[in-house]
């Protein structure tokens, strides 16, 4: 679905596959295999695409040939976004409707998130298992198992399993990331 609507917002903007690349730094043979669904886009990707468009992120999984419905989230057929350097996988557990995004996480031992971002939402976490360190302006909060932690996105935060265990946690970011 989400290569059909990158390519419906590009052809509104009436911009070609060259025009695009070179506005995202990215090249037309990959934007072009995004659109066909060849390839997945990281969270990058997608949130450079985003932006060039004016829309959320979230937008970029709407369907806008249907109009609001009930959907219902199946294991399988989720869209999955993989962090930059095959980093952590965000499994979308919500359809996205440009109020908010919900998602499924499990961090290796070790593994962590990008480093120092923000953008202009309110996240919050929810630790299933494990613990989950969330840095925070520099200030680090261990999140255990069934803790929640919310704060303004705006402040530069990134997240790492220091444990000896995985750690999943459920995110929500409201409004979703542009």
């Known amino acids: 679905m989400i290569g059909k609507r990158l390519h419906e917002l590009r052809v509104a903007k009436g911009l070609s596959l060259r025009e695009l690349g070179q506005m995202v730094k990215l090249s037309p043979t990959l934007l072009s295999q995004v659109e066909r669904?060849?390839?997945?886009?990281?969270?990058t990707t997608l949130r450079k695409l985003s932006g060039i468009f004016g829309e959320s992120m979230s937008s970029l999984f709407m369907d806008s040939s249907k109009g609001p419905s009930v959907w219902i989230s199946r294991p399988g057929e989720r869209m999955?976004?993989?962090g930059p350097r095959g980093g952590v996988v965000y499994e979308r557990?919500?359809?996205?409707?440009?109020?908010?995004?919900v998602f499924r996480a499990v961090y290796e031992v070790?593994?962590?998130?990008m480093d120092d971002m923000s953008h202009p939402s309110l996240e919050s976490v929810y630790v299933v298992r494990g613990v989950?360190?969330?840095?925070?302006?520099?200030v680090s909060f261990d999140v255990?198992?069934?803790e929640n932690i919310s704060f303004?996105?705006?402040q530069n935060h990134r997240y790492l399993n220091r444990g000896t265990e995985e750690a999943e946690i459920i995110m929500s970011i409201t409004p979703p990331v542009p």
């Open 37 to 43: 669904g060849v390839t997945t886009p990281s969270l």
């Open 80 to 82: 999955l976004l993989r």
């Open 93 to 101: 557990l919500t359809r996205g409707n440009g109020e908010m995004e």
């Open 110 to 113: 070790g593994q962590q998130s």
């Open 132 to 138: 989950i360190t969330a840095e925070i302006d520099k």
């Open 144 to 146: 255990k198992a069934g």
């Open 152 to 154: 303004d996105a705006r």
